[in-house]
């Protein structure tokens, strides 16, 4: 570890940086090979021990949160505790029904087991400090804390991401390629896929923080949102941060763009094919990538919404952001459970023929 934090220093101690955030750097980047090497959980706690300190004047911010009315805080309070713990309850049962199921063991059901999980703690980054503060009073967030939760966001926000691609990827081999499916997507195929999602979304996540410590603070220090992100955090910025947002639209903006133009270009090629199918093949390929469709609209076009425009705000900017938070990562496991008859049935085999 000593050894990464010494080599980094000295590489950067020839550029222009300062000290403190050639150190801040230098530990985000080790942050990314200790996930790498270990896993996300090692990535947080050591990203949490970090002292990301810059020339700023500003030590926390204060989250504005979706009202100021102290009866409506109590209505956000019950209605997003519900959510909130529905879509944990919804999230973990996919969990442990693919786990445990001995009929969920196909390619389809891996990857669905890895966007429970991205969903689950993309929900988790945002949603318990939303129904904290709005009983609390205390709507304060330390800058450390802040810097965390843009790690956090952005990392599960691109995992749940690439989790759909190589869903979407998934469907097309097993439609468009049925007598090879087995041998492209063996185990080792599937397993290293999702550990390039968890790669690329610890880069993803890296750069966000790359920007987010960019950004200095001298003055107004109220977040006009429920969380921390980049958008909300370039208004405070003490400085021209034309460029800073260039670089979020072709990071945060070209992520979900482009992968919107991928899902929708395999699933048209998937709907292409069926004609080639029976009734009861089409009928089968239908349901399954009309409720990964669905999935790909909730989800990409409020981000693409959010990440694609100029640093201008919106009044419908926090319920946009509610939508693919917190609403998405509940919507998700109710589509593919609802609408999945294999699911459905591992449930009922797992759960109620216990009771």
């Known amino acids: 570890m000593k050894k990464w934090e010494n080599h980094c220093i000295m590489l950067f101690e020839t550029t222009k940086f300062s000290l403190s955030t050639v150190h801040i750097y230098c530990q985000i980047i080790i942050v990314s090979i200790l996930f790498a090497d270990k896993s996300f959980l090692s990535c947080v706690f050591y990203l949490l021990t970090l002292p990301m300190e810059l020339n700023h004047s500003v030590n926390e911010f204060i989250l504005f949160e979706l009202t100021q009315d102290i009866l409506k805080e109590k209505i956000v309070f019950v209605v997003f505790l519900f959510l909130y713990l529905a879509t944990l309850l919804a999230n973990s049962l996919?969990?442990?029904?693919?786990?445990?199921?001995?009929?969920?063991?196909?390619?389809?059901?891996?990857?669905?087991?890895?966007?429970?999980?991205?969903?689950?703690?993309?929900?988790?980054?945002?949603?318990?400090?939303?129904?904290?503060?709005?009983?609390?009073?205390?709507?304060?967030?330390?800058?450390?804390?802040?810097?965390?939760?843009?790690?956090?966001v952005h990392f599960f926000g691109c995992m749940a991401t690439l989790v759909l691609i190589l869903m979407s990827f998934d469907r097309y081999v097993a439609i468009c390629k049925p007598l090879r499916y087995t041998i492209i997507m063996n185990q080792q195929v599937c397993g290293a896929l999702v550990i390039l999602a968890w790669v690329g979304s610890c880069i993803h996540s890296s750069a966000q923080i790359f920007l987010a410590l960019k950004l200095p603070f001298c003055g107004p220090n109220v977040i006009d949102h429920y969380f921390c992100d980049l958008q909300p955090l370039l208004k405070l910025a003490c400085m021209d941060t034309y460029v800073i947002n260039l670089l979020i639209v072709f990071n945060s903006g070209a992520i979900c763009m482009v992968s919107f133009i991928i899902l929708l270009i395999s699933y048209t090629f998937i709907l292409h094919s069926l004609s080639n199918k029976s009734a009861e093949g089409r009928r089968k390929a239908l349901s399954t990538c009309t409720s990964h469709i669905i999935v790909i609209i909730l989800f990409f076009v409020p981000c693409i919404f959010t990440y694609t425009r100029p640093p201008i705000t919106f009044p419908m900017d926090k319920m946009v952001a509610v939508f693919y938070t917190i609403g998405t990562p509940l919507l998700n496991p109710l589509i593919y459970t609802l609408r999945n008859a294999e699911v459905k049935n591992a449930i009922r085999k797992l759960w109620f023929n216990k009771l």
């Open 94 to 152: 996919i969990l442990i029904t693919i786990r445990f199921s001995r009929t969920l063991g196909s390619p389809m059901y891996f990857f669905l087991f890895y966007l429970s999980l991205a969903d689950s703690c993309f929900s988790t980054s945002t949603a318990p400090r939303l129904i904290i503060n709005a009983i609390s009073g205390n709507k304060v967030i330390s800058y450390n804390e802040c810097m965390t939760q843009i790690f956090v």
